[in-house]
Nanobody
Framework: QVQLVESGGGSVQTGGSLRLSCAAS????????LGWIRQIPGEDREGIAV????????YYADSVKGRFTISQDRAANTVYLQMNNLKDEDTAMYYC??????????????????WGQGTQVTVSS
């Protein structure tokens, strides 16, 4: 079992930035991948970013590419999502998620093994 605890959500103005954190209860290197999934009200959940701890690769959904960056602090077993140039349509509940073993499906329709409790991000002008 892996516990994931998010923090860093809040309210921000359009064009602003936020950084979300996800603290994992175990060594992130033991996981296949970690990522961020969001749920916009009235829409399906969308996997938007994924990070592979053992090779450092990351991938993004088109909706956030160029604005969001996923990274890790391996020593702290923590994954971050830096969100820049936020738009009103980024308003959503953001969930940290992880996959223990391959395959890792985390972009678009995500199928993680573990979820955090979520943190709300609200963007308004």
């Amino acid at each position: 079992q892996v516990q994931l605890v998010e923090s860093g959500g809040g309210s921000v103005q359009t064009g602003g930035s936020l950084r979300l954190s996800c603290a994992a209860s175990k060594y992130t290197g033991s996981l296949r991948c970690l990522g961020w999934i969001r749920q916009i009200p009235g829409e399906d959940r969308e996997g938007i970013a994924v990070f592979y701890p053992n090779d450092g690769n990351s991938y993004y959904a088109d909706s956030v590419k160029g604005r969001f960056t996923i990274s890790q602090d391996r020593a702290a077993n923590t994954v971050y999502l830096q969100m820049n140039n936020l738009k009103d349509e980024d308003t959503a509940m953001y969930y940290c998620a992880a996959v223990q073993r391959p395959p890792c499906q985390m972009i678009g329709t995500a199928r993680p093994d573990y979820w955090g409790q979520g943190t709300q991000v609200t963007v308004s002008s």
